[in-house]
């Protein structure tokens, strides 16, 4: 399940991030509160109103009355500290291969490697024990005081794209550890363990896999033996000899013991920003996600002949680029053909070799990601894109040397009872919400499974 807010974006001028990362907080201590609200689906969450929200979310979380727990504590308020929470995201920030106000911080890196600390440590101080897997999946738990039941989860992840945002899964992290500390400075003890999980490597910068941590942890066998056998990154560099580097997949090559067991988790729940201008045109504060839109990932190589940009005349070429770019434009026609606004596709990477300008090009190769609500009309546009790679290539007279699905995955549909709860906890805290589908896919989706 997805909870989404209001993109902070942080590229921008630094006038602009301030007024941005108000409306991000604006709510000061009612945005985290809803994610602490959310984090339990129980019925009664949507049907009394009578009585303080606080203290009625915590009797149905931890499943006994407040005025009478079986274990003693005292009832305080169910507060957050923005305040701090802001800081810790300023200071994972810094933690970038690029300067601010953006953030670069890519898989197994130096940088990485320190931000994941940072993130172990703020867990360790806030009581929960802390343990990670083969690949660096990290896991802060809280036990309930019925820690044989499946656990509520919840988290994000804190890598990030060349030159991005300080909010984009970051949100998702720290504001589920103030979430806990919020918890239990309010005297609060969970029926159920709360496990906090920071995804390893949602994005697919450096292995070209999104999402590599929760489809591991989904137990994706083939994911598994790929990165053990054959995936390497643009410098030659195996994923196993990288996570070793940053301390994992020491003593094994068999990551199948990263796979959860079935029924591990009782819930799932995922705050993260948005990754769009919807809320943020609406003056809406949260967008409570009901499903999430299903992505493809396509590779294509075309190889032609070379040659000197003046010496070969133009009907003498077969020049890879111009393959390049007819398949981009291709993939353009495709997804609007489909007849909905809901189809989306976007050529990510087109590079041309030699790369001179005076040089016709020899090779190229293309990544195209694809993806909509609806799995069987997003199928429909990989087979036209797999057919214009193909007459393409039989026009121009180049090969096609490579046309690889990368991932093709369904959509995931969000459990209603936590929709309802989180719609509930929204009106309960006089926030705006509004009902959305997740283009962007997020950890929540291989969770789901």
């Given at each position: 399940?997805?909870?989404?807010?209001?993109?902070?974006?942080?590229?921008?001028?630094?006038?602009?991030?301030?007024?941005?990362?108000?409306?991000?907080?604006?709510?000061?201590?009612?945005?985290?509160?809803?994610?602490?609200?959310?984090?339990?689906?129980?019925?009664?969450?949507?049907?009394?109103?009578?009585?303080?929200?606080?203290?009625?979310?915590?009797?149905?979380?931890?499943?006994?009355?407040?005025?009478?727990?079986?274990?003693?504590?005292?009832?305080?308020?169910?507060?957050?500290?923005?305040?701090?929470?802001?800081?810790?995201?300023?200071?994972?920030?810094?933690?970038?291969?690029?300067?601010?106000?953006?953030?670069?911080?890519?898989?197994?890196?130096?940088?990485?490697?320190?931000?994941?600390?940072?993130?172990?440590?703020?867990?360790?101080?806030?009581?929960?024990?802390?343990?990670?897997?083969a690949v660096g999946n990290i896991f802060g738990r809280w036990d309930g005081y019925e820690p044989e039941l499946a656990a509520v989860a919840t988290g994000s992840h804190i890598d990030a794209i060349p030159y991005s945002g300080k909010y984009d899964g970051v949100v998702g992290v720290l504001g589920a550890i103030e979430a806990i500390n919020a918890l239990k400075r309010s005297g609060f003890k969970p029926k159920r363990s709360l496990e906090i999980i920071l995804?390893?490597?949602?994005?697919?910068?450096?292995?070209?896999?999104?999402?590599?941590?929760?489809?591991?942890?989904?137990?994706?066998?083939?994911?598994?033996?790929?990165?053990?056998?054959?995936?390497?990154?643009?410098?030659?560099?195996?994923?196993?000899?990288?996570?070793?580097?940053?301390?994992?997949?020491?003593?094994?090559?068999?990551?199948?013991?990263?796979?959860?067991?079935?029924?591990?988790?009782?819930?799932?729940?995922?705050?993260?920003?948005?990754?769009?201008?919807?809320?943020?045109?609406?003056?809406?504060?949260?967008?409570?996600?009901?499903?999430?839109?299903?992505?493809?990932?396509?590779?294509?190589?075309?190889?032609?002949?070379?040659?000197?940009?003046?010496?070969?005349?133009?009907?003498?070429?077969?020049?890879?680029?111009?393959?390049?770019?007819?398949?981009?434009?291709?993939?353009?026609?495709?997804?609007?053909?489909?007849?909905?606004?809901?189809?989306?596709?976007?050529?990510?990477?087109?590079?041309?070799?030699?790369?001179?300008?005076?040089?016709?090009?020899?090779?190229?190769?293309?990544?195209?990601?694809?993806?909509?609500?609806?799995?069987?009309?997003?199928?429909?546009?990989?087979?036209?894109?797999?057919?214009?790679?193909?007459?393409?290539?039989?026009?121009?007279?180049?090969?096609?040397?490579?046309?690889?699905?990368?991932?093709?995955?369904?959509?995931?549909?969000?459990?209603?009872?936590?929709?309802?709860?989180?719609?509930?906890?929204?009106?309960?805290?006089?926030?705006?919400?509004?009902?959305?589908?997740?283009?962007?896919?997020?950890?929540?989706?291989?969770?789901?499974?």
């Amino acid at each position: 399940m997805l909870i989404t807010v209001k993109k902070t974006p942080t590229t921008r001028k630094e006038k602009r991030e301030k007024k941005m990362m108000s409306l991000g907080f604006s709510c000061s201590n009612s945005l985290p509160l809803v994610f602490l609200f959310c984090l339990c689906s129980t019925p009664s969450i949507l049907t009394q109103h009578n009585e303080d929200p606080t203290t009625r979310t915590m009797q149905d979380f931890s499943g006994y009355p407040v005025d009478e727990p079986p274990h003693p504590f005292t009832s305080n308020p169910l507060l957050v500290d923005a305040q701090t929470l802001q800081k810790q995201v300023d200071e994972l920030s810094t933690f970038s291969d690029t300067p601010a106000p953006s953030v670069t911080r890519i898989l197994y890196t130096e940088k990485d490697v320190l931000a994941r600390r940072y993130i172990k440590n703020l867990m360790g101080l806030a009581g929960l024990s802390v343990r990670e897997d083969a690949v660096g999946n990290i896991f802060g738990r809280w036990d309930g005081y019925e820690p044989e039941l499946a656990a509520v989860a919840t988290g994000s992840h804190i890598d990030a794209i060349p030159y991005s945002g300080k909010y984009d899964g970051v949100v998702g992290v720290l504001g589920a550890i103030e979430a806990i500390n919020a918890l239990k400075r309010s005297g609060f003890k969970p029926k159920r363990s709360l496990e906090i999980i920071l995804f390893t490597s949602e994005e697919p910068t450096r292995f070209g896999i999104s999402c590599l941590g929760s489809r591991l942890l989904a137990g994706d066998v083939a994911l598994a033996q790929a990165l053990r056998k054959t995936t390497v990154d643009g410098q030659n560099i195996s994923f196993l000899d990288a996570a070793r580097s940053a301390g994992y997949a020491r003593d094994e090559d068999d990551l199948s013991s990263v796979f959860l067991k079935k029924n591990s988790y009782f819930a799932f729940v995922e705050l993260h920003i948005e990754q769009g201008p919807i809320l943020e045109e609406e003056g809406v504060s949260i967008g409570i996600v009901t499903a999430i839109a299903a992505p493809a990932s396509i590779k294509v190589d075309f190889e032609g002949n070379g040659g000197h940009a003046g010496a070969v005349l133009m009907p003498h070429r077969n020049d890879a680029g111009l393959a390049a770019a007819e398949l981009a434009l291709a993939v353009e026609k495709h997804v609007l053909e489909s007849g909905s606004v809901d189809t989306v596709g976007t050529v990510g990477i087109l590079d041309l070799h030699p790369g001179a300008i005076n040089s016709i090009p020899s090779k190229s190769h293309l990544e195209i990601d694809t993806r909509d609500i609806d799995e069987k009309r997003r199928n429909i546009v990989i087979e036209k894109i797999h057919q214009s790679v193909i007459s393409i290539a039989r026009k121009r007279k180049v090969t096609l040397s490579e046309f690889k699905i990368i991932n093709q995955d369904p959509p995931a549909l969000s459990e209603k009872s936590i929709i309802e709860a989180m719609e509930a906890a929204s009106t309960e805290l006089n926030l705006t919400q509004k009902f959305m589908i997740s283009r962007a896919y997020h950890d929540s989706l291989f969770m789901a499974s």
